[in-house]
């Protein structure tokens, strides 16, 4: 990638209008089910080192959890050098005295698998000059050369955008300036040079149209024209998470025409320096600016851009401003180091995690170069002490709770799959101070049913065998859910909140328990109620074979015969009854669910 400007996109896979094409980049590698590992991020830090990292590998082979799929061993921030030594990435020498290449050779004789981290930035989130902007192909090598199996790739110190610790004027190149409207003159032929003839027409940006969502006209001008910021919470993932000023225009004859803007440059949300102006839509999309425009004296100095040659045909033609780049940018970003790894070795099979925090929008693109996107920021921010999760780390309203990222990610099933790849509502918080045991195994619960991946960041040492935390993370039903070979999310099918579509709304109000179904490889379908609020639930509810039948649909192997009878099983205390039609979940305590298989 390019540490001047943005790169130039010549392959219209990487634009917007083919995000929804199902078409992967650089031959993405598909059908990996949800990665199971451990990551030291939320009990070490960055002060995690070689001595921790292969205490945690045995612990994960002693306890019996590699058997159970948990193989990804994750070095996360704070393991390189501070800075690049000869260009390279290189280990922190006291924390990694032996070098990345001992330690993968440790990790891959247990059996297990060597997971890394780096940034799409030119610095990692916590300070080193090493992200691997500019330097996909090295990286690239290095990681091959150390095998490794699974990187994480952050967000931080992005060039190309307004992330966190990038310069905020950054925000100029991923929103249009302000638009007050479009001259349009031609066609540009003879006859018209001579005669004086063709068009002349200056249309007002009220006159148009705004697409999509975000952008705001407001008095005689358009802001907001770029791509919502995912991050945090509120922002839901269903539906256009940008907005275009559009123009329809109709001539006579088809030509060359010449359009000019009038505008007013920024730098800060909603109003930017990138403009993108194209016509048509879909395949048929053709851009004719894809640049910074010059700068205005001020975001209120409106000024009139050079003309620019689009070309228009006989009859309706679309014309769209507007920027995508926040989006595009990333996937090029992200594009950069998977080409890198390709080149380096053709047949890698390394599992990619796009860590940018759901800032724009991956459920959109992620599928086309990741294994898993980042929905939200962190979790949690309190790492480095065993992952003291802190007071309201279930409920709390910012990202960082288990409520707030599950809220985000149930929603999002039509996402994920073995076609595409997993939401990644971020790391197990399971065994965290602040946790309640409830809290844990519901939260896992949940993780499982969302087909998550399961990355455990507690410090392995905590847990015995047969305790409370192992009987959690080592619920084989459970696991069984997460990995089923069908590779199916499952659906919020019913919620007791004032809701028409529980599978597309996206809810924050946490007073409430959900009713999710997930199908099968085997036929079966796992269903689960979550009560996530702090009082017990008042009443049992019924499930009926035909509303999962109805809200499963396709998705299904096969549907529930409502005629015939089916042992239901509950997977945290294994008993079982049969049932025909229906069955009935129990009223449920705070925090607390319940999951059942239906066969």
């Not at 047949?347 to 940018?356: K, M, R, V």
């Amino acid at each position: 990638m390019s540490l001047e400007l943005p790169d130039k996109i010549t392959d219209s896979q990487y634009r917007y209008d083919s995000f929804e094409n199902g078409k992967v980049l650089l031959n993405k590698k598909k059908n990996h089910l949800p990665a199971m590992g451990w990551n030291s991020w939320n009990a070490f830090g960055s002060g995690n080192t070689q001595f921790l990292t292969k205490i945690m590998a045995d612990k994960i082979v002693e306890l019996g959890l590699k058997d159970l799929g948990y193989k990804y061993v994750i070095l996360d921030d704070g393991c390189y050098k501070a800075q690049r030594i000869d260009g390279k990435l290189s280990n922190d020498e006291v924390k990694f005295p032996d070098g990345f290449k001992t330690l993968s050779d440790y990790i891959h004789s247990k059996g297990l698998k060597f997971g890394m981290y780096n940034d799409i930035g030119t610095n990692l989130c916590a300070g080193a000059a090493v992200g691997t902007c500019g330097h996909e192909k090295t990286d690239a090598q290095s990681y091959i050369d150390w095998g490794v199996d699974f990187l994480k790739i952050d967000n931080c110190y992005f060039l190309w955008d307004n992330a966190t610790f990038s310069n905020p004027e950054n925000a100029r190149y991923v929103f249009a300036p302000k638009i007050k409207g479009v001259e349009i003159k031609g066609p540009n032929n003879q006859l018209n040079q001579t005669m004086g003839t063709g068009i002349n027409i200056k249309i007002s940006a009220k006159d148009g149209k705004l697409s999509g969502n975000g952008a705001k006209l407001e008095q005689d001008y358009v802001t907001d024209l770029g791509t919502f910021d995912g991050t945090n919470t509120g922002i839901s993932p269903i539906g256009p998470r940008s907005g275009e000023l559009q123009f329809t225009i109709t001539v006579a004859e088809a030509g060359i025409y010449k359009l000019t803007v009038e505008y007013a440059s920024g730098k800060e949300n909603g109003i930017g320096q990138w403009l993108q102006l194209a016509v048509g839509t879909g395949i048929n999309c053709k851009y004719y600016y894809d640049d910074l425009l010059p700068e205005t004296l001020n975001k209120n100095s409106f000024q009139i851009s050079e003309e620019i040659n689009i070309e228009l045909t006989a009859g309706e033609n679309i014309i769209r401003i507007m920027n995508h780049r926040r989006q595009e940018n990333t996937l090029c970003s992200y594009a950069a180091m998977l080409e890198g790894l390709n080149k380096a070795n053709p047949n890698h099979d390394i599992l990619l995690s796009l860590c940018e925090w759901g800032k724009t929008q991956p459920q959109n693109w992620g599928y086309k170069v990741g294994d898993s996107w980042r929905i939200l920021n962190d979790i949690t921010f309190r790492v480095g002490s065993d992952g003291d999760a802190g007071f309201g780390e279930w409920n709390n309203p910012g990202t960082q709770s288990v409520c707030s990222q599950y809220n985000k990610a149930v929603v999002m099933d039509k996402f994920a799959g073995l076609d595409k790849g997993w939401n990644d509502p971020d790391m197990l918080m399971v065994g965290m101070k602040g946790l309640t045991p409830e809290m844990n195994k519901t939260h896992f619960t949940m993780w499982c049913m969302m087909n998550a991946p399961l990355m455990l960041g507690l410090d392995l040492r905590r847990v015995l065998k047969g305790d409370e935390l192992y009987n959690i993370i080592s619920n084989k039903d459970l696991i069984d859910l997460n990995q089923d070979v069908l590779g199916v999310q499952a659906k919020r099918i019913w919620t007791s909140y004032d809701s028409k579509a529980p599978d597309k709304d996206y809810i924050q109000d946490n007073n409430r328990f959900d009713i999710l179904a997930k199908p099968l490889s085997d036929g079966g379908v796992a269903v689960a109620l979550f009560n996530l609020s702090d009082t017990a639930a008042s009443k049992s509810v019924s499930v009926s074979f035909d509303m999962i039948n109805r809200m499963l649909g396709k998705k299904m192997k096969n549907k529930l015969d409502v005629t015939k009878e089916y042992k239901v099983k509950d997977l945290w205390s294994k008993a079982e009854k049969s049932v025909k039609g229906e069955f009935s979940f129990e009223a449920v305590p705070p925090c607390d669910c319940i999951v059942v298989k239906v066969y």
